[in-house]
């Protein structure tokens, strides 16, 4: 079973995008514990006109003004951290892709609309979890997927006494208007020149026979330790994540 999740978000943009269009923000100020992400209709990039070299919009300008910075046309990606059974879910990317091929992540994609749903549609788009026929949704995704059959909503938390995550609050301005705030997990990866936005979900499952399924590219879905995650080639923003819980 695989879910269509196009029109189930509130701020998607035009369908016709379809994953090869994306934002990227104008403007990024961080700024004591808030970050504020500034985009526009005209901040949109896509993969159809241009190659990857070419949408590192520029470099970062950073402008320290006392405890303010200020970055000017960033890119912006967005997606979970999804810890069951206090192990992590990771996924492993393709092998002819152009960054990390191989490497293991997480769900995560570039923003096509708010910072929040595109976390959570890679979520639902990226992993399906499967016990028998029935498929399994952290239940913060309830109010973005319809009523289908078989399918389990399981209790979610966003933070964990043994995974301390340090998250900040953020805003998401789309034309100047405010569209969402929430706390969330953050990282700058300078060589892509990109904001990493990564949802903390923790959750316990206690169903037997659990099968985990890359549902867009067919590849491999692992739960792991912290531990044994050190010893694995991870992507830039989950190996950060992984030295800030370990230390």
Avoid at 12 to 33: H, N, Q
């Amino acid at each position: 079973m695989k879910i269509d999740v196009k029109g189930l978000f509130e701020n998607d943009i035009d369908t016709k995008y379809d994953d090869k269009v994306f934002w990227y923000a104008s403007k990024v100020i961080i700024e004591d514990d808030v970050i504020s992400v500034y985009t526009k209709n005209e901040n949109i990039v896509s993969f159809d006109t241009c190659d990857y070299d070419s949408i590192k919009v520029s470099q970062i300008n950073c402008i320290k003004q006392d405890s303010q910075k200020q970055m000017n046309d960033v890119l912006i990606s967005a997606g979970s951290f999804l810890f069951i059974n206090e192990k992590l879910l990771v996924t492993q990317r393709q092998l002819d892709t152009q960054f990390d091929p191989g490497f293991w992540t997480n769900p995560t994609g570039r923003c096509d609309r708010s910072i929040y749903e595109t976390a959570i549609k890679e979520t639902v788009e990226e992993i399906d979890i499967f016990c028998g026929k029935k498929r399994y949704l952290p239940d913060i995704t309830k109010k973005y997927v319809n009523d289908f059959d078989d399918i389990v909503f399981y209790k979610t938390t966003n933070s964990n006494e043994k995974f301390d995550l340090k998250t900040t609050l953020v805003k998401f301005y789309f034309e100047e208007k405010l569209i969402e705030e929430f706390k969330t997990w953050y990282c700058y990866i300078s060589e892509v020149n990109t904001i990493e936005f990564r949802l903390p979900i923790f959750t316990v499952l206690h169903e037997e026979n659990l099968t985990f399924i890359n549902n867009e590219f067919n590849m491999p879905v692992k739960l792991k330790s912290v531990e044994e995650l050190k010893s694995m080639d991870l992507v830039p923003s989950l190996k950060k994540m992984i030295e800030e819980v370990a230390s």
